[in-house]
């Protein structure tokens, strides 16, 4: 989805349930507090949300490098055998497994690297573009939502809009999209005769392609995130826009391999769960919020404290269920359904408490 369009559609969902949501908020809250309980007005310190931000660019940006010189050693691998991969896997198959296995782990690394600073990413409109492209952007087969990049690969072929770069890579690495996979093989990369989850043989060719331009759209990220100047608009906005996401994290968790198992047709989202990346996301949003609380506190400092823990609240039933997955249980889809949307009501509640916070003190958010 083109950077403009995901940021409307999402303050567009949000917004007529902004003032309701703030209407339920405890105590009588939306009266501020007598001048006395208020702190002077002054500027919110944003420097740890940059800091937070540069920490997470960073790591990806040296988790998209690993995965990319591990890619460009296997297109060396594959260039050996003159990409014949039926050679490649006679020839050379306990190299070329372990080397998929490191772009799996890689992927999986990489990650959270991201989705930690999501939030950040994806909600101020100066970055949000990035996020199109590394992470929720889709492919040429969706326009208003597909990739603003096309690929051409070393051997000369194009793929246009394929898709997003963590898309790419978890597709090309874990077999799940043909496009992507080599031709005329089947990956029994251990050789018990039988080609299970997770044994893949990426197209070389592609695969070093997206991994170059991964990492390198990972640097270009870093070097927007440097020039970023945070403004209490965009942490505010960030807050509203990623907060109430958690019906569309719950509906791709729904339909991923960790709640369908072998029935699923996703083709995304199999690497970690989704629950790891909601976990994630509102960890970061927490971050952020800790840093504006006391400045909504100078409209209502029982409401802040409310929405604090509400935020809180919403991440710790997010770490509880992805730690639930973790050690062995399996939900069933009326189950992600109900939670989904258990979720998606508190985030929606918290993201008006924030926008309404933000309207009393006169701080003006991005129109949708």
């Avoid at 299970?196 to 695969?207: H, I, K, S, T």
Wanted: one cysteine or more.
């Amino acid at each position: 989805m083109a950077a403009a369009t995901l940021f409307r559609s999402r303050f567009a969902a949000l917004a007529a349930a902004a003032l309701a949501a703030f209407t339920v908020a405890a105590c009588g809250d939306d009266e501020p507090e007598p001048a006395a309980e208020r702190p002077a007005q002054s500027a919110t310190d944003l420097a740890a949300i940059k800091t937070y931000l540069l920490d997470h660019t960073r790591r990806l940006v040296a988790d998209t490098e690993r995965l990319r010189r591990d890619a460009e050693t296997y297109h060396a691998l594959a260039r050996s055998t003159d990409f014949d991969y039926a050679a490649l896997l006679a020839e050379r198959g306990p190299e070329a497994r372990k080397l998929v296995e490191r772009l799996q782990a890689g992927h999986r690394r990489a990650n959270p690297s991201y989705e930690e600073m999501e939030g950040v990413v994806a909600g101020v409109p100066e970055l949000a573009d990035f996020d199109v492209i590394i992470d929720a952007g889709g492919d040429a087969s969706d326009p208003e939502n597909a990739v603003p990049f096309s690929l051409r690969t070393p051997a000369g072929r194009t793929f246009k809009q394929p898709g997003n770069f963590f898309y790419l890579v978890e597709t090309a690495a874990f077999g799940t999209e043909p496009r992507f996979a080599a031709r005329g093989v089947e990956p029994d990369l251990d050789g018990d005769g039988r080609t299970e989850f997770g044994e893949a043989l990426p197209d070389a060719d592609f695969l070093v392609t997206a991994a170059r331009a991964f990492a390198g759209n990972a640097r270009e990220l870093d070097a927007a995130a440097r020039r970023w100047s945070p403004s209490e608009s965009d942490v505010f906005n960030a807050l509203v826009v990623m907060t109430p996401t958690m019906s569309e994290y719950f509906e791709a968790w729904k339909s991923s391999r960790f709640v369908a198992g072998s029935a699923a047709t996703a083709k995304a989202f199999v690497s970690a769960s989704r629950l790891e990346d909601i976990a994630d996301i509102l960890g970061g949003l927490v971050v952020i919020y800790d840093t504006v609380q006391p400045r909504i506190a100078q409209a209502s400092g029982a409401q802040a404290r409310q929405t604090g823990r509400s935020l809180r609240d919403l991440r710790d039933f997010a770490a509880r269920l992805r730690n639930a997955e973790a050690g062995g249980r399996r939900f069933t889809a009326e189950q992600a359904e109900t939670l989904g949307s258990d979720a998606q009501e508190q985030a929606e509640a918290i993201a008006g408490q924030v926008s309404q916070a933000a309207g009393r003190l006169e701080i003006e958010l991005p129109e949708a």
